[in-house]
């Protein structure tokens, strides 16, 4: 959304930065906007395992996980497209 309005990565990174100041958004901000995702700390195949894993441990209490539902598509669609041994930072280029 931020680049259809004309935002450059850099600026949205900035501005989440200073709003949500966290290594977290810093460093996966980062790599996404500079898409740069390699090597991998974390491939996005390891995480579909990972949720894979909250999906079943959930479904054997009958709890409901939607996000992780979610999150499962986008990593089936990401590893489709072949992006599995990208860092899952990598989701970007395939909700693009």
Do not use: C
């Not at 991998?40 to 539902?69: C, H, I, W």
């Not at 497209?81 to 899952?88: E, I, M, R, S």
């Amino acid at each position: 959304m931020m680049e259809k309005y004309g935002l450059e990565r850099k600026q949205f990174l900035e501005i989440a930065g200073t709003l949500f100041g966290s290594p977290v958004y810093q460093n996966y901000g980062t790599m996404m906007a500079e898409e740069k995702f390699e090597p991998a700390g974390f491939k996005m195949s390891l995480g579909l395992k990972d949720t894979n894993l909250a999906l079943a441990a959930a479904e054997q209490v009958s709890a409901k996980l939607p996000l992780a539902e979610l999150a499962k598509s986008h990593f089936e669609s990401g590893i489709e497209q072949g992006f599995g041994d990208l860092d899952w930072a990598a989701l970007i280029k395939s909700l693009k």
